[in-house]
């Protein structure tokens, strides 16, 4: 079975400035995706950035990047400029890429804060 | 289509009694998840439809537990004699057919049992 695993539960940063987030990840599989959600205070998550295990190439979305380490099982996610909106449960989540198989697995989540 | 909805969004019950959940996804999503959320701890996967065919159900599902997504449209899921260990967040999410896309999740229904 998957497991993915946050080992920050909590990280805070200055306004303007740079985090990164850690998360690494289990599985025998080769072809798989990566995606990293953002949940705000009693808000539904959404998608902040997806990685395809066969792409070399790290996303990128604006402001959000990934470094993907796949011999390392490693798939971080850094935040540049930080705002104030940023703050929120970041979760890390795995998807087999094989047939039928939909389910995220999820890491435990790492409280953000952004200090003003 | 405004997103994912769930009905209610807080639900307090006495441990015993049944309660049901609604989530209504995105028109076109044909795919649906339930994921159970406890606090301080990232969603886990309960269940998947395809359409109206329930395809995948986790061990955590037990047989107090029964989702229900009977034209394919809305889901529903429901504890029977719940327990206070069934307090969490039961989020619903779905996603389209085609491609290998994101799921869209909703705001969740907290569950509190007493």
């Known amino acids: 079975a998957q497991t993915v695993t946050q080992s920050q539960p909590e990280m805070s940063v200055q306004e303007a400035e740079t985090v990164t987030l850690s998360c690494t990840y289990d599985t025998s599989e080769s072809d798989y995706y990566l995606f990293w959600y953002k949940q705000p205070p009693s808000r539904q998550m959404i998608l902040v950035i997806r990685q395809e295990a066969y792409k070399q190439q790290n996303a990128t979305e604006n402001r959000f990047s990934v470094n993907f380490q796949k011999a390392a099982k490693s798939f971080s996610l850094k935040i540049s400029d930080s705002q104030l909106g940023d703050a929120a449960m970041y979760f890390c989540a795995y998807r087999s890429a094989s047939s039928g198989a939909q389910k995220l697995v999820f890491g435990q989540g790492t409280r953000l804060t952004i200090n003003p | 289509d405004t997103g994912v909805s769930q009905d209610p969004r807080h639900k307090i019950t006495k441990r015993g009694q049944n309660v049901t959940f609604r989530c209504d996804p995105i028109s076109e999503h044909n795919r649906l998840y339930w994921y159970r959320q ?45 327990e206070q260990g069934d307090s969490a967040m039961y989020l619903c999410a779905s996603s389209p057919r085609v491609g290998n896309t994101e799921a869209f999740f909703g705001q969740g229904t907290r569950l509190t049992v007493v």
Do not use: M
């Open chain 2, 38 to 82: 406890t606090l301080g701890q990232g969603p886990e996967f309960l269940t998947y439809f395809q359409n109206e065919a329930q395809l995948e159900k986790s061990r955590l599902l037990s047989d107090r537990f029964s989702a229900e997504r009977p034209k394919g449209s809305f889901s529903t899921l429901e504890i029977q004699r719940t």
